[in-house]
């Protein structure tokens, strides 16, 4: 059986509040054909720093993964882009990062951490397509 | 005069090219923000790189980046320096990237893997 996934973000950029006058509108598509594996869950970011692997899966590569802060606290993103080697971002509160990752990852670069300061708690909501 | 930006991200997955019925389908919280600047601009990477100086934006710390390759068969590479430190992110044929909250130190570079690649770069700070 095909899957097929469609990301899309639009951003609008105005001079009043409900965007009835937008000075400058962009709209980005990518459409998705033939991905395997989807996942979409709610992740709570602890101060430890809370992992989401995905260990289960075979060697893939990783289409797109999709982290939105929903809480009010910066969280900061891990993810790896070899077996000993990881980017970090801040993800300010309510921001989003869209990290597009094209690689046959060994099970070690299949997971992503999300990490709260000290003494909070984040809510995120994580979206992951591979193909 | 206050400006207002809005950010909508959704997300489609399903087993038929029209998606429907999607077996999953996400629409994120929008975000939305008041900017000082909102750059939208075409560009083209080469092999050697480009670097994307933004002068006025130096030092601020972004909003958010969107990068999208809109090439089909070139992957791009971005690069940009945040917090002191260099960062890159392959972005694939067609795909793009969104970043939140870097300083950009010394401007956005974008790196075609061979030949040139068209891209698309927004970028919002406040």
Known sequence: MTNYGKLSISCAFGTDSTFATVLQRVVFDDHLCTPTYFNHELLLASDAGTELAFAELPTITFQYCIIKNLGSYDVTANWWISAITSNNQVIGAGKNLVIPYAIIGTVLVRKIKLTAATGKTVLCEVFVVFS | ?126
Do not use: R
């Not at chain 2, 939208?40 to 969107?66: M, P, R, S, W």
């Not at chain 2, 690069?79 to 795909?95: D, M, N």
């Open chain 2, 1 to 126: 005069m206050t400006n207002y930006f809005k950010m909508s991200i959704s997300a489609i997955f399903a087993t038929n090219d029209n998606y429907s019925p999607a077996v999953d389908k996400t629409n994120l919280d929008d975000y939305t923000s008041s900017p000082n600047y909102f750059v939208h601009q075409n560009a083209t990477a080469t092999t050697g790189g480009i670097t994307l100086g933004f002068a006025e934006l130096t030092g601020k710390t972004t909003d958010h980046v969107i990068v999208k390759n809109k090439s089909s068969t070139i992957t791009v590479t971005a690069g940009w320096t945040s917090a002191s430190v260099a960062k890159t992110q392959t972005v694939g044929p067609g795909k793009f990237f969104v970043i939140p909250d870097i300083t950009l130190a010394n401007g956005l570079s974008l790196a075609a893997a061979s030949s040139t690649a068209e891209c698309e770069v927004v970028v919002v700070a406040a």
